[in-house]
Every structure is written in C-alpha cells, then in structure tokens.
C-alpha cells in the first residue's frame, strides 16, 4: 500500500509539474504571437516606413537657374555643360598614381591634391569626388581616351553659369559663386555641394526668382549605403527669366566708350519710363571667374587694385558734381522768387566774403549775367550770389527733389545714397555749425556734396521731363512658362516745378550745348533732331593754394592722376522732345567739356542712331492678361 501512495503521489506531482509548464508554454506562445500582431498588423505600416527609409534614399536635385536677358531677348547670363573628371577611391588600387596621371593631362595644383585627399578622407569610400571641373572639350576627350590608364577617374556633366558679354556687363550682372555658412538658412538646397547663389548685381537682386525650385531624385541603395539604383525621379523647375531694361548692344558701345579712361562711369535712362538703357563702369572684371573659383592672388588682384574694378561706381561712386549742380540751385533761386532774367550778378572773376575770396573758373571773370547766361558760361561767381541769398536748406531740398543725396531706388544692391549737405547735417555728423563759405562752395558742387553718376543721370531725366519725378528700374519683366510679364510699377509723382522754371533750365542747358559761346559747344551733335542739351562739370579734388594762383594754376595734364579735377557731363536728347538723359563721370579726368563732354555725346548719338530697334522690344502682359508692349 505504502508504495502505491508513492506512485500515486509522484504521478500528481508530474501532472501539475507538466501543466504548469505547458501553461507557461502557452503564456510565452501567447505573448509571442500577440507581439507579431503587434509589430506585424497594428504596427505594420510604421515598420513599413522605416524599413523603406533604409532601402530608399531621397536626394535634392538642384533646379536650373533662370536666365538673364536684355530688352530684346539677348542673353546676357545662361548656363552652359560643366565637364568635371571625378575619382572614386574604392576603384582605384592607388589615388596618388591615378592624381599623377590626370596631372600629365590636365593642370592639377598643389591645391587640387590636397583637397582631393581631404576629401577622400571625409566622404565613404564609393562616393565621387570631384577632381577638376570646367574641363574643355579637348580636355575631356583626352581623359576619356586614356581611361584605362586613369583607374577609378570617369567624367560627369553639370552646369555652371555663363556671362557672354563678360566684363561688359559684369557691374549689372554682378555674378554667382557658393553658398558661405553665414549665408545658410536651413534650406536644404543652399547645402548642396554645387549649389550657387546670386552675390552681387541682378544676380543678387532677384536671387530668389531664379533659383527656381529643387527636384528629387528617389535611390535603393543597400546596408552600406551605397546607390543600387535609381527608383524615380522628378525634375525641377527651372527659375524665372529675368528681362532687363539694358539693351546689350548700347551697353557694349557705352563700356568700350568709357575704356579710354582709367576709371570712369556712365548711365543712360529712357525718360518716358525710367528704364535703364546702359550703366557702365570701368574698371570691371570677368563674373566667370567667380563662379569657377578665384585663387588667393586673383582675390587679391582685384580688392587692392586702387581703381577699384570690383566697385560698381554708376552707384556706389562719390563724387563731387561740380558746375552740374548748378541746376539744382538756379531752380532753388527760382522757387525763392530770384528772376531769371531781371537778376543779374557781376562777375570780377571772384566774390569776397569776409577775408576770403571765392573764385571763378574764369580769371578774367564773366562780366554782367543773368541766370541762363550763368549755366551758359558756367559761371561761379553767380550762383555764389544766388546761394547767398537763398541759403543752404533751400538749395537741399531742391536737390533732394532733383534725385541727389538719397538713394533713387534702382534695383540693384549697393547703392549709395551721396551726400547733400544742410545745416543740421552738418551739425548731426561733424558736431559744428554751417560757414557762410560753405554755402558758396556748395552751391557750385563742392565742398561736403557728393553724387553718384546715377544720381545725375536721374536728375537729367526730371529736369527733360519737367513733369516727372523719374525712378529708374533695370528689370522689366520675366519669361514663365513661355510667356513674358511685366513687373508693376507704380506711377511716376510730379515732380511739382513750376512748368517756366523749368524751362529757364532746359533754354540754360541748350544753350550749353548749342550756343557758340557755350563751355560745350564743340562737343556738341550735330546731326539736325538729335542736338542734346547739357551741362559740363568740373570738380576739384585738392584745394588751390594762392601761391599757385598767382604763379598761374597747373594744367591737370601737368599733375600727377591723383590730383587731377574729376571730370562730368549731364545731358538729354533730343532737346525738342526729349527721351533719353545720359550722365558721364570720369574720375580724375581734367575739364569736363574736353574729357566727358565727347563721351556723353557719342553715347547720346549712338543711344537715338539705336532708337528705331527699341520698338523690337519683347512684349510683355501683365498676369491679368492685358497686353503691354514695354512700359510696365
């Protein structure tokens, strides 16, 4: 009996022993099972997601940036193929010796080593580094035919910006280059590799409308990373196409124009509507070279070249206006109530104020003149007396009215605003009250006043126009889609002159020109309806000592460039319906009848011999659909 109790007792204790362990079992089953529903069916699609994401990458592809044309269509900045030869490391058994093969040939610097290893080092071993891009043709070819030879080298095409005109158009323009880390903004394409944004000019200015927007391309690749293949891929969409008011051929003649001198400047604008036609300055530089990478001795070349090539000086150039300024105060004496005619002033060849004596240009002196025989002879010696009168502030505000000594809003980075001096402004910056000598010398375009040759030619157009308070554009419209759109402008405010004001200027002005004792007359047009109407400008830029005075004054030719008188011109045409005003500095020049005077009229004449073509222009609509033939 003892023994049955024992089996019976062992075989219960293997029974709950055997379902405990099978409950278990079931438990453990159970837990698994509903953790595959979990992942599998509640979680399925998140574990799809990330699953995808290892598989398959998403990469950025950069859009085509926008192109820039002129008025008619030319194009003034494109993109042209980049041939680039790249190497991947894994594919060749040793870098150096495929480096030394593609140096024998193409040129490859000390540079190019170091940043292909760099490189090399810092990217997985299967990725392309690119060793050399801008290739040409030749350079191409050669590398392609000797491939054996080049383990692990192959070429690859881009795009990279293209500037036909080159320096011609390179102070419009300005140029593209990469993207520097204080100009990233968390958009994921200014990180790409050969991304490039605008960094001066138009290219600057309306950036963002010819960036376009980026495309993408979808890959699998596998654990490691690397590209199996390409799954899909859409494409970009190109930027805007940019139409400038800047008619190339005009644009061409007017920097070629100005390249008989060291450092000059020139702007022409169409009065009707405020489109610039040209802007030139000299010297420039090529917009090329900084989109395919300056080295450290061409950087420095071009920012201490004393002339300043990279300074776009039709609106960032300071110069004091001279004589050209004297508009600007005769319709201030005007506004003030001094006669055209029934004032007059005696010229000795100097005024005295004080102990000092305010000269004339003329030693001899003008004699007896009014004000329109004033701007005829440029006379000092009147607008010294005028201005006296007057006082500062009014000749300020006159000015400011003209377009001088603020910015006039032109499209373009960089513009500066010059300098019309008053009585607070001197005040506020120089911490000392106005002179009555200051007033003198101010009104004849001295002292603390400094424009820009933009600034002049803008006065010009209000002065031709008479009604206008001109504002000068260089962008037009843009191409979308195949089709051209103006951009909206508001319109031009009036100028508010009086109507016989301002014909006492344009009679002072032709006569300027027209007039055989005119300081202009020998430079001016002689063809029968094109005769322009200007003003000749001559600003010192040292003091005249009384020693030299009385010993006779040296000619500029006889000084060093430096210290010779900068030499302007402002001017419209035709003078019976005017249509375009031109401006024409040249730093340290001399007299501005000889030096800018034939320059303003070459341009002048060459800007209405082109007038016929202006009616080619690319029509434009504006988006609601309205036809618009160019003056949007």
Request: net charge positive; proline share 5%.
């Amino acid at each position: 009996m003892p023994m049955v109790h024992e089996d019976q007792d062992r075989h219960k204790g293997f029974t709950r022993r055997v379902l405990m362990l099978s409950c278990g079992k079931v438990a453990l089953l159970s837990a698994l099972v509903g953790r595959m529903y979990y992942l599998q069916v509640i979680e399925a699609e998140k574990y799809k997601t990330l699953a995808e994401d290892n598989r398959v990458n998403l990469r950025l592809l950069p859009p085509r940036r926008g192109k820039i044309l002129d008025r008619f269509g030319v194009e003034l900045a494109g993109n042209q193929q980049n041939f680039r030869v790249v190497v991947v490391k894994e594919q060749t058994p040793d870098l150096i010796a495929t480096l030394d093969a593609l140096s024998r040939l193409i040129k490859l610097s000390e540079h190019d080593y170091k940043r292909v290893l760099r490189d090399v080092k810092r990217k997985r071993a299967f990725v392309p580094v690119t060793v050399k891009d801008n290739l040409s043709w030749d350079q191409v070819s050669s590398i392609e035919v000797n491939s054996a030879d080049l383990p692990g080298a192959s070429i690859e095409v881009g795009e990279t910006r293209f500037y036909p005109f080159g320096a011609d158009m390179s102070h419009i323009l300005g140029y593209v280059a990469a993207v520097s880390e204080a100009e990233l903004t968390g958009d994921p394409l200014l990180e790409l590799p050969d991304f490039r944004i605008g960094k001066n000019g138009v290219e600057k200015f309306y950036d963002q409308e010819m960036r376009g927007q980026a495309g993408t391309s979808e890959f699998e690749v596998n654990a490691y990373g690397r590209v199996i293949r390409e799954l899909s891929r859409k494409e970009g969409a190109s930027g805007r196409e940019m139409i400038l008011t800047i008619d190339a051929g005009l644009q061409t003649f007017v920097q070629q124009r100005l390249m008989s001198e060291l450092s000059a400047a020139s702007v022409v604008i169409d009065i009707e509507n405020g489109d610039i036609l040209a802007m030139g300055s000299v010297p420039a530089y090529d917009p090329s070279s900084f989109n395919l990478g300056l080295s450290s001795a061409q950087w420095n070349s071009l920012i201490n070249d004393p002339l300043s090539p990279l300074t776009n000086k039709s609106i960032a150039g300071g110069y004091a206006p001279g004589s050209t300024f004297k508009m600007a105060v005769a319709l201030a004496a005007l506004k003030e109530g001094i006669g055209a005619h029934t004032h007059t002033a005696f010229c000795p060849g100097f005024m005295k104020l004080g102990n000092s004596k305010f000269h004339c240009w003329k030693r001899g002196g003008h004699g007896r003149v009014n004000m329109i025989e004033a701007l005829q002879y440029s006379c000092d010696v009147y607008f010294y007396d005028v201005a006296r009168r007057i006082g500062v502030d009014n000749i300020a505000a006159m000015a400011n009215r003209l377009g001088l000594g603020e910015k006039v809003g032109i499209d373009l980075p960089g513009e500066k605003p010059g300098v019309i001096p008053t009585k607070a402004w001197k005040e506020a910056n120089i911490g000392e009250a106005w002179q009555g000598g200051e007033t003198l010398v101010t009104s004849i375009g001295q002292g603390f006043v400094l424009t820009t040759p933009l600034q002049l030619a803008v006065m010009a157009a209000r002065l031709a126009s008479g009604r206008k308070m001109v504002v000068p554009r260089l962008a037009r419209g843009y191409r979308e889609g195949g089709q051209a759109y103006g951009l909206a402008r508001p319109e031009f405010e009036d100028l508010g002159i009086p109507e016989e004001h301002i014909r006492v200027i344009q009679q002072g002005m032709d006569a300027v020109s027209n007039h055989p004792r005119g300081t202009a007359y020998r430079y001016r047009i002689k063809e029968e309806g094109w005769e322009l109407a200007g003003k000749t400008g001559t600003a010192q830029v040292r003091r005249i000592t009384m020693a030299e005075r009385q010993a006779g004054v040296f000619k500029n030719e006889d000084l060093p460039w430096r210290r010779r008188d900068h030499a302007l011109f402002t001017a419209y045409a035709p003078v019976d319906n005017p249509r375009y005003a031109c401006s024409v500095v040249v730093q340290h020049g001399g007299g501005g009848s000889t030096v800018a005077g034939p320059i303003a009229r070459d341009i002048l004449r060459e800007t209405q011999r082109r007038d016929p073509a202006r009616a080619a222009a690319i029509p434009l609509k504006s988006r609601s659909g309205s036809d618009n033939t160019g003056d949007v």
